[in-house]
């Protein structure tokens, strides 16, 4: 039995890797479409699946696949992966001195069976101005990212609490990952 990641993220390959887990990477097909008629936490545990079951069809029954989908959510409006640097700097406006949910749906398909679960965290940032985010745009750091910032990165500086698990917000809630592996017969620790 092999453990396939079905996503190309540095961050959560870093954070499997952080608990010792033996895995190989296989990028899933699935398209995120943030714009379906569903609850946030539901919506990250569908495109979870989406990803995973893409997988899961293409390697062995005995191969355990993990999906995973990190979203953010302000005042109801969920906010993905920037498209282009001016759509980030739109998120991270309306993100500047608020909380928001991170919100991270798995899934675990293994030998026909799919187990889902996801996991919240409160983020609240601290007021950036114009010219704070526009230095960070610059990076490079907030493509590719929910919400359009890390916060094992440069945006830490942005973040001025959070209530919940940290690992979820990186992209990965390694704790209820963990519980749902066990589902499949695969214990992390």
């Given at each position: ?9 540095p961050?959560?390959?870093e954070?499997l890797?952080?608990?010792?887990c033996?895995?190989?990477v ?5 398209i995120?479409d ?6 946030p936490?539901e919506?990250?545990?569908l495109?979870a699946r ?10 062995s029954?005995?191969?355990?696949v993990?999906?995973?989908?990190t ?7 969920v906010y993905?992966k920037?498209v ?8 991270l406006?309306?993100?500047s001195g608020k909380?928001h949910q991170?919100i991270?749906?798995?899934a675990v398909a ?9 996991a919240i965290?409160i983020?609240?940032f ?12 610059v990076?490079g750091e907030?493509?590719?990212k ?11 500086l942005m973040v001025?609490n ?12 390694l ?13 992390l620790l």
């Open positions: 039995m092999a453990i396939i990641l079905a996503s190309s993220s961050r959560r390959m954070l890797r952080q608990v010792g033996d895995f190989t296989m990028v899933s097909d699935a995120e943030n714009n379906q008629e569903l609850a936490q919506l990250a545990m495109h989406e990803k995973a079951m893409d997988v899961v069809a293409k390697v029954m005995d191969d355990v993990i999906g995973a989908d979203i953010v959510v302000l005042d109801g409006k993905g920037p282009d640097s001016n759509d980030a700097r739109q998120m406006m309306a993100l909380e991170v991270t749906g798995i293994h030998a026909g069976n799919i187990w889902t679960d996801f965290t983020v609240k601290a007021n950036s101005n114009a010219e704070q985010i526009q230095r960070y745009l990076t907030p493509m590719g929910a919400g359009a910032y890390a916060i094992q990165g440069i945006g830490a001025e959070i209530h919940g698990c940290y690992n979820n917000v990186v992209g990965l809630p704790r209820k990952l963990s519980d749902v592996l066990q589902k499949a017969g695969v214990t």
